[in-house]
């Protein structure tokens, strides 16, 4: 199993951008990865996904033209870019390898890192 370590949280204003980071123990090249996010007293929930070869990026509802995934397979690093953040933004947010079936991302598996903790302030 892959080790996935995420960072580049923080405190932000209603408007403002961050870009998270997440860097894998060991190659991702052949693994789909994707962001979630569990915010306090709710479930965890998907985010954006990309593809293993980057070619395909999903994106939940609440996100779409504002968030964007990307990755570098060189540098076993996966990212998220984040605009226009908006205080329902704010929560742990995770990366994880899923299984991916059409728009369906399933983590893959059971265990998830520290993640990383965004908060955008009104």
């Known amino acids: 199993q892959v080790q996935l370590v995420e960072s580049g949280g923080g405190l932000v204003q209603a408007g403002g951008s961050l870009r998270l980071s997440c860097g894998a123990s060991?190659?991702?090249?052949?693994?789909?990865l994707a962001w979630f996010r569990q915010a306090p007293g709710k479930e965890r929930e998907f985010v954006a996904g990309?593809?293993?070869?980057?070619?395909?990026?999903d994106y939940a509802d609440s996100v779409k033209g504002r968030f964007t995934i990307s990755r570098d397979n060189a540098k076993n690093a996966v990212f998220l870019q984040m605009s226009s953040l908006k205080p329902e933004d704010t929560a742990l947010y995770y990366c994880q390898e899923t299984w991916r079936a059409g728009s369906k991302w399933n983590p893959k598996h059971n265990s998830w890192g520290q993640g990383t903790q965004v908060t955008v302030s009104s």
């Open positions: 060991r190659s991702i090249s052949f693994r789909h």
């Open positions: 990309v593809t293993n070869d980057g070619n395909i990026a």
